[in-house]
């Protein structure tokens, strides 16, 4: 199947600071991106849709100042966690939709990026 | 968000045994796909359905979309201690739409 890689894998950093996660999609173009965040123990929440070359569209409740997408390329997704806080610690995983042989979609997952905020 | 019934929530079977899970909703959707999460990764996709109706099997995994198109069920054959997991079913209406998880069911296999 397709891959789907992120780095980083896990990232520390202090309360204020900015992180920045990139997805990228290694063996096909992905127009569209989406970002999940997971609590443990629980399912994956939708954060965001990344379109290439346009706004990435915001699920409710995301603060969109908060967490930049950045949809550059065909391949790159990056997601920037601003003045990060306690809160926002949590597993980030994005995915991407490439287009199966019969016109539907399907959608591959990276291998999530462990935030820890101090 | 919406999300879909899955069920059972968690599992603890004993090594060959055969797994069901299901998962189901009260709206349609044109596409289920079945996914497990190791703990600490990404979803790895498992089984995808694109037509009601249809059975997939992936080696020991099998999956159905249901005929209604508000449910799909996975069936694990013989599991092994590396079925050990977190499977979600996700649901999706169309291509340009988000997918719709499950809760997940947690898969202990006791060898």
């Known amino acids: 199947g397709a891959v789907v890689s992120q780095h980083p894998s896990r990232v520390i950093c202090k309360s204020g600071t900015s992180v920045k996660i990139e997805c990228r999609s290694l063996?096909?173009?992905?127009?569209?991106m989406f970002w999940y965040r997971q609590f443990p123990k629980q399912s994956l929440m939708l954060m965001a849709t990344?379109?290439?070359?346009?706004?990435?569209?915001?699920e409710q409740g995301v603060e969109k100042d908060k967490f930049l997408i950045n949809h550059a390329s065909l391949t790159l997704s990056t997601l920037t966690v601003t003045s990060a806080h306690p809160e926002d610690s949590s597993f980030y995983i994005c995915?991407?939709?490439?287009?199966?042989?019969?016109?539907?979609?399907?959608?591959?997952f990276g291998p999530g990026t462990r935030l820890t905020v101090l | 968000g919406q999300q879909l019934n899955q069920n059972p929530q968690s599992m603890f079977i004993q090594e060959g045994e055969d797994v069901s899970m299901n998962c189901t909703s009260s709206s349609i959707f044109n596409t289920w796909l079945w996914y497990k999460q190791d703990p600490g990764e990404g979803p790895v996709l498992l089984i995808a359905l694109y037509k009601a109706g249809e059975l997939t099997s992936n080696g020991r995994l099998t999956a159905q979309f249901g005929i209604t198109r508000k449910d799909s069920f996975l069936n694990i054959s013989a599991s092994i201690p590396s079925d050990v997991g977190i499977y979600f079913c996700?649901?999706?209406?169309?291509?340009?739409?988000?997918?719709?998880f499950g809760k997940g069911t947690r898969l202990s296999v006791i060898a």
């Open positions: 063996d096909f173009q992905a127009t569209t």
């Open positions: 996700a649901g999706q209406l169309g291509g340009n739409t988000p997918l719709v």
């Open positions: 995915s991407a939709r490439d287009r199966t042989g019969t016109g539907g979609y399907t959608q591959y």
């Open positions: 990344s379109n290439e070359g346009s706004k990435a569209t915001y």
